[in-house]
């Protein structure tokens, strides 16, 4: 039977509680309460708990937990919200921040509602041990997304609410102006058409990974690049032309989806695989000189329902229409196939159904493939689809060549080798992540090939 923690709730005044000496987040020699309260604010931010207090009231919602120890109630679990709300009772119990506090206590005003909160109170210790463990190691609580956190704020403007200004004077403690270059930014993706369903589906989340972007459009010599700018609230604006605008926005989520870029590739501005992508905006050559336009006015590709199903790794949105049999019922196979539950099986058939694809579309466009062997196979079709698209659809250039590097450490699980080896290799295997990136390399590739321009 579930154990269900029912401890007293304790209304108690803030000045009687004593801070915990044994807290795990002190680093000090001496354990005095005053030692503790400087340390608090020293090391661990406490101040930021008096300046959220300050700009947004008190909210007890998380309930501080308390124990009874010679007498004396000891926090055991919310000493930071104890230190700030002691300090803001008492400024001079933090001498090097007494002058900002008395500022803060001032904006205020009346701070009598202060000096009682209510805590839980547990019996012991050792009761309380468990419970704080699972607060501080167990993340219980999901956190929002980058991106979230941005549209948590852009609804207050989308919604007429508040204007970025206002935003900014009624959260004064957060970086507004971050939040809507994260939100202006993920419009301006949002508004490129990608040819591509399940990506333009992608990039419209809000679990999209604008944290690999940021690591770009942070820096100001990729925003000179790419013909972009932000005002001082963190509003967008854009000088490259539509067709300009939209061929960065596919080269950038493209790399995203394929792999090439994330914020480890694009962690430092003075690494190397930060310069060698930064070269590759540069060979871009983005054009500016257009009216400018602003991120928000941009609208939002339609997009249609969601066509993937729960098990199969293919959406259900692709279709063949060049006309091979056999090609359509692999196709609806792996639309089926719950690659969570057989990702070796899955991953196996996702490389005969790769191979098998790309030899129905040359033989449908008429083009011989050149053979090493007695047969035609993967690595054959592969080397003529990579020189066949640079003419005919550059942009899948780059999933054929991870698709043939066999030797690249980073490029490894999306090439055709991996894929042999699932096939041939005992020592081998896959997880469903393996499925899943082995068919995202792929994707755009497999949609153009079974469905050819007329």
Not at 1 to 15: D, E
Not at 83 to 95: E, G, H, T, W
Not at 234 to 260: C, H, M, P, V, W
Not at 300 to 319: A, C, F, L, N, W
Request: proline residues 4%; hydrophobic residues 35%; charged residues 30%.
């Amino acid at each position: 039977m579930i154990k269900i923690i029912k401890w007293k709730t304790k209304t108690v005044k803030v000045i009687n509680v004593e801070l915990d000496p044994k807290n795990v987040r002190l680093d000090i020699d001496d354990p005095s309460q005053d030692a503790i309260v400087q340390d608090l604010f020293k090391n661990e931010n406490a101040m930021q708990i008096v300046e959220s207090i300050a700009q947004n009231g008190f909210f007890n919602q998380e309930l501080p937990i308390v124990t009874k120890e010679n007498g004396k109630y000891i926090v055991l679990e919310g000493n930071r919200r104890f230190s700030a709300l002691k300090a803001i009772l008492n400024p001079r119990l933090v001498p090097q921040r007494e002058g900002r506090l008395k500022e803060l206590v001032k904006e205020m005003g009346d701070i009598s509602s202060l000096a009682e909160i209510e805590v839980k109170v547990a019996p012991d210790r050792e009761s309380a041990s468990k419970v704080i463990a699972s607060i501080h190691t167990l993340k219980t609580r999901r956190s929002w997304s980058p991106l979230r956190q941005a549209y948590f704020y852009y609804a207050q403007v989308a919604e007429g609410r508040k204007t970025i200004q206002q935003l900014q004077e009624e959260y004064k403690t957060v970086d507004i102006p971050a939040f809507v270059r994260r939100w202006e930014m993920h419009n301006a993706a949002k508004s490129v058409n990608y040819e591509n369903e399940e990506l333009q589906r992608k990039v419209a989340s809000k679990k999209f990974p604008i944290s690999t972007m940021e690591r770009l459009y942070d820096n100001p010599e990729f925003m000179k690049l790419a013909k972009m700018s932000f005002d001082e609230h963190g509003q967008l604006t854009i000088t490259a032309s539509d067709e300009e605008r939209e061929r960065l926005f596919r080269k950038i989520i493209n790399d995203i989806y394929g792999k090439k870029i994330d914020t480890r590739v694009l962690n430092k501005k003075d690494s190397d695989s930060y310069k060698q992508y930064l070269d590759e905006i540069k060979d871009l050559n983005i054009k500016g000189g257009s009216p400018v336009k602003k991120a928000s006015s941009l609208k939002e590709q339609p997009i249609s329902k969601t066509t993937r199903t729960s098990y199969g790794v293919v959406p259900q949105d692709i279709t063949c229409t060049i006309n091979y049999p056999a090609v359509k019922r692999v196709l609806a196979e792996l639309q089926t196939l719950n690659y969570h539950k057989y990702p070796n099986a899955t991953h196996d058939l996702l490389r005969s159904f790769l191979e098998c694809s790309l030899k129905a579309y040359f033989d449908h466009k008429g083009i011989s493939v050149s053979q090493k062997g007695k047969f035609v196979q993967l690595q054959d079709v592969l080397i003529a689809a990579e020189t066949h698209f640079q003419t005919e659809k550059k942009m899948l250039v780059q999933p054929i060549k991870k698709l043939r590097d066999n030797n690249s450490q980073n490029l490894y699980m999306h090439s055709s080798d991996s894929m042999n080896a699932v096939n041939h290799n005992p020592a081998v295997f896959s997880k469903p992540s393996d499925v899943k990136d082995a068919w995202d390399n792929i994707e755009n590739l497999i949609r153009y090939v079974l469905n050819p321009p007329k």
